[in-house]
């Protein structure tokens, strides 16, 4: 223990010389796991701060009477073992890799070995996966003790890793402590213009908003070949960004414009605005100004398991051919017990020549808590980091905060108020498969465009386009994000 | 106006003779000429040809000159109708600027053919939506289609 002594002193010189880095709460709040490691962890601390030689400081008393933070017995011991268990290899890994030159521990000079906060990454990571473990088994003390180590790991890093730690630390700190607010559709915290400059900001950045109207679009546009009258109904009203797009191509299509009869739903405004009139109202300027047949209908409502078809005003099929479309909306469903089933039901009343569909390629719908977190975590590392090339920061800011949003909704809370539920594609599959609808293969007009649109976006290195099925996906790297898929009733129904 | 010149020429018997020459042409005075010739021009040089002066900057707005610029190498040639939804949305010279111009610059090798100026037209059409929904040009609309250093 002598060792561990002098290691200790060291640590505190150095403490009190980075006093006004404000890294002297890692002086107070740190949390020793094993004794056993705290050599080894020590070395870490030293190695990290890169210490000038030390030589013969005073011992200072303080650091081992101090505050009941290093009291081990705080820690309960089975958490400690559990704990040690946690990072059999990797830790061990580091271990030899950074203790290699301290031999002897009386040296009082130490030669310096730069880390590269790399460590500090795998630290983290691990530190908000032994958090959500924790949280899991409802060991909200050593939780609460990881949340506030991933705060000081957080800050080491740069760029993405550093946002989407934060983001997710703030989340599990809701849920151990129990702050989320009602995470439904509607946010009351934000007010609707400011909800509504995230959204837009988002849309600009990166490209998958983007990505989704166009893709959805085009489907649309050959599903309506032909037809005279048109109908779409939007599960996904939002701003109608949509729209201006599909209906300029209808303008231009050959055989001239059909009229066409546009049905949006969305959630209420905070400030009960009717604010589904409003965007109505600028797509029927927009559809003036280039002289094709408008009709609008707004509809608010707090969820999709609400609405029936007979609301609808359906008209004969024979006279109007009817698209539904639903962009990142669906999986808000799957909270309510029958929701979706009710959902499915009404779009087959309506009997569309497409289902539009977009959501997010990942599975954040397991049962289990962890697998949830662990596969969120790379989900939105992979999001964030794509973000980075963005070359305004105030709207990669605005995306940040749009994107975690999602992640204190998917993190910190459960039930009903969880609705960012997420599944992959082939969950969604199965789900349409089961439910009487057969794929609608995407065409390679689609493709060439959302090619030609990624193309164009800052880092369009990055993004690919990829087929599956017939559904289109954008890829962040090799990473699925995003995936566009079109449905139609099988011909038994 | 064009000048009628009078010279005079030494004849061989040393006697001088009036002689109308030809009127002098200035391409100012004939501004529809001068648009079939601009019309002909590419993006950077009819950029430079509207810095000339205020009588050929007043011309280049000429919103025809930036429909053929637009049209070129597109094939097959797109039907009149766009006319009608280009120039209420803007008119083709401010599509030009907002998109195609950043569309070719982001990629040069592209061919550029009926695909791309119809994702281009939605583009446009999206930018308009966003201006009459939001109000005023939203700072960040079709921001992505603008380099970080865009010297074109």
């Known amino acids: 223990m002598a060792e561990v002594a002098l290691k200790l002193e060291q640590l505190e010189t150095m403490m009190g010389n980075v006093q006004e880095d404000g890294l002297a709460h890692l002086a107070t709040d740190t949390v020793h796991y094993n004794p056993a490691e705290l050599y080894s962890w020590l070395d870490n601390m030293l190695t990290e701060l890169n210490p000038p030689a030390a030589s013969g400081s005073k011992v200072n008393n303080s650091f081992f009477t101090g505050g009941g933070e290093y009291d081990l017995k705080a820690i309960p011991g089975s958490a400690i073992c559990r704990r040690s268990n946690q990072f059999p290899v990797d830790s061990s890994n580091r271990v030899v890799g950074t203790t290699v030159t301290t031999t002897t521990a009386s040296e009082s000079t130490r030669p310096l070995i730069l880390v590269d906060s790399q460590d500090n990454g795998v630290r983290l990571v691990h530190a908000l996966m032994a958090c959500a473990e924790a949280v899991q088994s409802s060991n909200l003390t050593l939780a609460e003790a990881l949340v506030k180590q991933i705060g000081f790991l957080a800050v080491s890093q740069a760029g993405a890793m550093r946002k989407v730690a934060t983001y997710f630390a703030e989340a599990l700190a809701r849920r151990i402590y129990r702050l ?4 439904t559709q509607i946010d009351h915290s934000l007010s609707d213009t400011l909800q509504m400059h995230f959204y837009m900001h988002f849309y600009e ?33 939002n701003q109608g960004l949509q729209w201006p797009a599909l209906m300029q191509a209808l303008a231009l299509r050959e055989g001239g414009p059909p009229s066409f009869r546009l049905t949006g739903i969305g959630p209420p405004a905070a400030d009960n605005s009717d604010h589904l009139h409003e965007v109505g109202c600028k797509l029927a300027q927009l559809a003036e100004a280039i002289h094709v047949e408008f009709e609008y209908r707004g509809f608010v409502a707090n969820s999709l398991a609400d609405l029936d078809a007979s609301m609808l005003e359906l008209r004969p099929s024979e006279t109007e051919a009817v698209a539904v479309n639903s962009v990142f909306e669906l999986h808000k469903l799957l909270g309510r017990p029958g929701g979706i089933e009710k959902v499915f039901g009404v779009v087959k009343q309506i009997k569309p020549v497409i289902f539009t569909v977009v959501e997010q390629e990942s599975n954040h719908n ?128 | 106006m064009s000048k009628k010149r009078i010279g005079m020429v030494e004849k061989s018997n040393n006697k001088r003779q009036r002689v109308n020459l030809v009127p002098e042409f200035s391409i100012n005075d004939h501004h529809d000429v001068l648009v079939e010739i601009l019309r002909r021009l590419d993006g950077p040089s009819l950029c430079s040809a509207a810095c000339v002066c205020r009588l050929w900057s007043a011309v280049a707005r000429n919103d025809s000159i930036w429909e053929e610029l637009c049209f070129r190498q597109v094939s097959p040639r797109p039907s009149l109708s766009i006319r009608s939804v280009v120039s209420a949305l803007g008119g083709y010279r401010r599509l030009y600027f907002l998109c195609i111009r950043p ?6 090798k592209i061919l550029w053919s009926q695909d791309q100026l119809q994702l281009s037209l939605s583009l446009y059409c999206v930018h308009y939506y966003e201006r009459i929904y939001v109000g005023a040009a939203p700072p960040s609309s079709l921001m992505f289609l603008r380099m970080p250093v865009n010297v074109v």
């Open chain 1, 205 to 237: 950045t990166c490209p998958y908003l983007k990505f989704a109207h166009f893709t959805a679009n085009q489907a649309i546009l050959e599903a309506f070949e032909g037809k005279k009258r048109v109908h779409v109904i939007d599960f996904s009203m």
């Open chain 1, 366 to 493: 397991g049962p289990v808590f962890l697998d949830r977190f662990t596969e969120s975590l790379h989900y939105y590392s992979t999001l964030f980091d794509s973000l980075e090339g963005a070359p305004s920061s105030q709207d990669k800011v605005m995306s940040e905060v749009y994107l975690g949003k999602q992640i204190c909704n998917l993190v910190a809370c459960e039930g009903p108020d969880r609705v960012e539920r997420h599944e992959t594609l082939s969950q969604w599959s199965n789900r349409f498969g089961s439910s009487g609808f057969v794929p609608a293969h995407l065409g390679s007009n689609a493709f060439k465009q959302a090619s030609t649109l990624l193309a164009l976006f800052n880092r369009g290195e990055g993004y690919r386009v990829e087929e599956n099925n017939g559904c289109l996906m954008l890829s962040w790297h090799t990473r699925p994000l995003i995936t566009t898929s079109a449905w139609k009733l099988s011909a038994v129904h």
């Open chain 1, 180 to 183: 989320s607010p009602p995470q």
């Open chain 2, 103 to 108: 569309f070719l610059a982001r990629l040069p």
